[in-house]
């Protein structure tokens, strides 16, 4: 009983930090999409760069979630398929973004933006399904 109790603890822990972490990720998303809504109306080279700085913020939370969410889905099945996410734009179309800053590179970028943001929302939904269901094995 006592092991249960423990690997159910050290399973909250783990979807814990994965939900900070994936939370602190989606907080980085949501700065860098306003931002590209600034640049897309009007906004110039130093916008771009703060919105892919914004997003490199995002990558590096989610390598961090990554790593919470893969020790979370040792303990639970519940969690796959979300231990891949990234919020990586097109090579192509960062570079396009940065380099030749027209509102159609900037439309492509945001697309991108908010398909990795819908992403993130999902996996935190899973995640705190998850932890929930292991909080309610816990107390019974």
Do not use: P
């Amino acid at each position: 009983m006592y092991d249960r109790l423990r690997e159910i603890d050290e399973a909250i822990a783990a979807g814990r930090e994965a939900l900070e972490a994936l939370e602190d990720a989606a907080d980085s998303l949501d700065s860098a999409k306003r931002w590209g809504i600034v640049d897309i109306l009007g906004g110039g080279l130093i916008t771009s760069v703060i919105k892919h700085s914004r997003l490199g913020d995002a990558n590096h939370a989610l390598a961090d979630a990554r790593v919470a969410l893969a020790r979370f889905s040792a303990e639970l099945d519940d969690v796959r398929g979300v231990a891949g996410l990234t919020a990586e734009v097109n090579r192509w179309n960062a570079f396009f973004d940065i380099a030749c800053d027209n509102w159609l590179a900037d439309i492509f970028v945001q697309k991108e933006m908010s398909d990795a943001a819908d992403r993130v929302d999902e996996a935190i939904e899973t995640v705190k399904r998850a932890v929930r269901r292991l909080e309610d094995a816990r107390r019974a």
